[in-house]
């Protein structure tokens, strides 16, 4: 578990002082995928660089497995920064050393014995799926796969948190999906935390189980990600989750229709039941679903459709209260009748 309790970084330039993080707490569950994000410039790099004391808190406290990282001695920081590994957005890989040498580096520092050295970096490329690739230098390798070797070497000694500072935002999508279904098997395989700091929903979406939302240094807003995705609360959340479930319906649409316009959201397992076929059957309305979209958050569905109910105002009204009771959630957008 990682405990951060009243945070702060702030950088001193020589004109003034840059508030990085601003007095944030958040606590982190063992075994959780956890997202963080937020615009440029919002203090995500800074959080979670404080998190493995690559910067120096300010003030506050970072709790992790019980253990107080801003109290700690320099020798126990270094074994304590061994718990908490990083990936990096640009790899970081020593270029003159092949993928095994860059494997056995990370373990030759940590004092692991020699004779133990060879077989846990083959141990290693075949978790991350690179066993073919070890004489390669990290110039013969793709994005992806560099990515990879960083994967493996943060997870060289063991770790119980690894720290993702915009690890797929190099990658093209294909390659970042691949890279998250090895992040989301090592956080299942391995029970490990896993902290990620990015700027993109899809990320979010796709693996975390939690996450948070930072602005000006703050966490704005924090939760489960379907609940945040589903009941975005703050209007830097809104616009996060826009960036997956907008969608805006063609003018020529919102001209020619003819009945009410309505917004439903289906949760959970509602998605799948026939809400919409019913209310046909057991109303005197038809209807034209006009733009949807169904999106599984961790498997789970989450849908939305913009639908216009043409018929009688009283049988519109009757269907609206029966959606409205099976999904909780309906918006009348436009109204022509
Ligand atoms: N070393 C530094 N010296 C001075 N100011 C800094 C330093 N590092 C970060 N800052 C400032 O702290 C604030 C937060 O920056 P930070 O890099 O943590 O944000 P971010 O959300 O990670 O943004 P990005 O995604 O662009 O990296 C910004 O105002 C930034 O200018």
Not at 62 to 75: M, N, R, Y
Not at 79 to 107: E, G, P, Y
Not at 127 to 152: C, F, N, T
Request: contains cysteine.
């Amino acid at each position: 578990m990682i405990e951060i309790r009243n945070l702060v970084k702030t950088y001193k330039t020589k004109k003034q002082t840059v508030v990085g993080v601003d007095n944030v707490s958040v606590t982190i569950k063992k075994g959780e995928i956890f997202g963080i994000v937020g615009y440029s410039g919002a203090g995500k790099s800074s959080l979670i660089r404080c998190l493995n004391l690559l910067e120096t808190p300010t003030s506050g406290e970072i709790i992790i497995d019980g253990q107080d990282f801003t109290k700690l001695t320099s020798k126990e920081l270094r074994l304590a920064r061994q718990k908490t590994s990083m990936i990096f957005q640009h790899f970081h890989l020593i270029k003159s050393k092949t993928v095994f040498d860059n494997l056995a580096f990370a373990l030759k520092a940590a004092h692991v014995p020699k004779a133990k050295i060879k077989p846990r970096v083959v141990e290693l490329l075949e978790m991350v799926g690179l066993s073919d690739k070890a004489d390669s230098y990290p110039a013969q390798l793709s994005g992806g796969q560099k990515q990879r070797v960083g994967i493996a070497r943060a997870l060289a000694n063991n770790p119980s948190v690894l720290l993702c500072d915009e690890a797929t935002s190099a990658l093209d999508p294909n390659t970042t999906k691949s890279i998250l279904k090895l992040l989301k098997k090592i956080n299942e395989e391995l029970g490990l935390t896993i902290v990620l700091i990015t700027h993109e929903m899809e990320v979010v979406k796709e693996i975390c189980d939690r996450m948070a939302v930072m602005q000006d240094g703050k966490i704005v807003e924090e939760g489960p990600v379907y609940d945040l995705f589903a009941e975005p609360k703050q209007p830097l959340t809104k616009q996060f989750i826009e960036t997956i479930l907008q969608f805006e319906l063609p003018q020529h649409l919102v001209e020619s229709r003819r009945g009410k316009l309505i917004k439903i959201q289906f949760k959970g397992s509602i998605a799948e039941e026939s809400v919409v076929s019913e209310v046909f059957q057991r109303y005197k309305v038809r209807g034209n679903i006009l733009h949807g979209k169904i999106e599984y958050i961790q498997d789970v569905p989450l849908g939305i459709f913009i639908m216009e109910l043409i018929g009688s105002a009283d049988e519109i009204e009757a269907a609206i209260r029966y959606i409205t009771a099976k999904t909780q959630s309906l918006e009348v957008l436009e109204d022509v009748a």
